[in-house]
């Protein structure tokens, strides 16, 4: 073969324009290996769910003609890194070029730029998968310059025109976030649909990471029930246009523990299947605009436009962030924070029943949605002050659909505020009262969310005023939160005081809440 074609684990995408190309001299390579299972604990899922999908996309090329050749933990033992592998492929299959599509993570993108394999030439190519292209990023986004979502929102709708009416957006208004704060009554709990699971035989590989003794966290009950092939996740796409998005939008932002289907509620569960690249971002609007502007109505404007600022807002606007502002990005601790994440991060073993839920789910289905992940798991850790680099490898591992370029600015920058404000303009900090509104956690819990200081108060309570106490001179002249420490200055001084030393007892015993 001429030329070695290096397929990432998180680049299956079907409709590359590698594929309408000759096949004849091109060796496709797909590779499991070490260095991908190790750089971070990953979740038993996520590793057996991209190496599932990584098998079936080789078999898919090799019976569309394509030479491919897909090695395995034990084909690539011997190949200590990427640059490795590839160096001792050339070498056998005498090839002399190497092309490789521009990963998506900083750290594979410097390590494949910065190959070099004797009498092979190297190539970098796009994705072809966002929809803003990769050398636009810097016409939207300047490196450590905040850019409000929205303002980067309103421009992609109109530059793709989704949504608009003679350049306007439809329903009038370009934003519905206020009507997607929906909690769930007792009644809607029974109307909550089954999530669609997909059956997969991954015992093979679960095997395979066994023999290898790869280290992994979390649990895998089989069959595999995320999708793995591209067939699966357009079934996934079609299911969530069908059954979940007439309510995904009001019910976008809440919770619950009282529903067997609590864990994913409305949400698409398309996270996997858009990060492989197995769903193409336009691909997955287009058919939810498609279903909106079917449904006679049964979908409004609300739920469309919640979904479709997720993906061509949220999802392209992290991607910018992300790109500007690398490498010094990781760095970033604007608020200095140093505590060890607590031992129940990974056992889920906690008396407070919000973090109980949405870490033991976390555990059991590589999975949490939104809410659960910015303001149960993350407002935790920035109003205890958890260190952001135990943060980001906790999210980095835990989740299926946890890439470094998506998953690090929410971490570090909408959840924690450690990025300088470059994402967020103020901290998502909430006390219980948040968590009452939006979940039915509370009830049922150890803690009293009413109460403030006493020793069964609600740890969120006390530790909030902790936090905004302590930066104090950082916060106080937000003009989106001033008013809180007006709140905060009109209580009585035995009130703060017995606050503070609440918060304080909570954090000296952070280990035991
Ligand atoms: P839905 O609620 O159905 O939303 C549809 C799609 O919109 C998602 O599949 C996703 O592609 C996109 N989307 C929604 N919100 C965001 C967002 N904030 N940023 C980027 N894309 C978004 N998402 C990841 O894909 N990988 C991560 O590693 C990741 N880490 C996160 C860490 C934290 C602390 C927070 C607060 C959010 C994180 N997200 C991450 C974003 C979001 O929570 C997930 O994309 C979403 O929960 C995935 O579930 P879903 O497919 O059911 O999403």
Known sequence: ??????????????????????????????AELRQETDYVPHHLQKVCGFFAAMEHFAHALQKAGFHVLHLTLDDTEQDDSLPALLAR????????????????????????????????????VDTEHFLLPFDELEQYFTANKHLTMEHFYRQMRRRFNLLMEN???????????????????????????????????????????????????????????????????????????QHLLPHFGRFQDAMTAHSPHGWSLYHSRLSFALNTKMLHPKQVID????????????IDIAQIEGFVRQILG?????????????????QYNTLKASRPLPGYFWNGKTRMRCLEHAIGQSLTSAYAHHIQRLMVTGNF??????????????YLGIYIDALEWVELPNTRGMTQFADQGIVATKPYAASGNYIQKMSDYCSGCHYRVKEKTTEDACPLNSLYWGFMHQHRDRLENNPRIGMVYRNWDKQSREMRDATLARAECCLDHIEEL
């Open 1 to 30: 073969y001429s030329t070695l074609r290096l397929i990432l684990g998180d680049q299956l995408n079907a409709l590359h324009s590698w594929f309408s190309g000759d096949k004849d001299d091109v060796l496709y390579v797909i």
């Open 167 to 241: 350049d306007k957006p439809v329903g009038g208004q370009w934003n519905f976030d206020a009507a997607n704060r929906g909690k769930l009554k007792p009644a809607d709990l029974k109307e909550i649909p089954a999530p669609l699971l997909f059956e997969t035989d991954i015992s093979a590989i679960r095997a395979r990471l066994e023999r290898h003794k790869v280290r992994t966290i979390g649990e895998l009950s089989e069959p595999f029930i995320w999708p793995v092939t591209r067939a699966q996740a357009k079934q996934l796409l079609s299911y969530f246009c």
């Open 314 to 330: 949220w999802r392209e606007y992290v991607r910018g962030v992300y790109w500007v502002n690398m490498p010094e990005y990781k």
């Open 287 to 298: 058919a939810a605009i498609n279903a909106y502007e079917t449904s006679n109505g049964a």
């Open 381 to 394: 850790c920035l109003i205890t002050g958890i260190d952001p680099d135990e943060v980001d490898q906790w």
């Open 89 to 124: 492929l050339c070498r056998e299959y005498r090839c002399s070029e190497i092309e490789y599509q521009r990963p998506d993570e900083y750290r594979l993108a410097k390590q494949l730029a910065g190959m070099e394999i004797e009498a092979t030439s190297v190539k970098c």
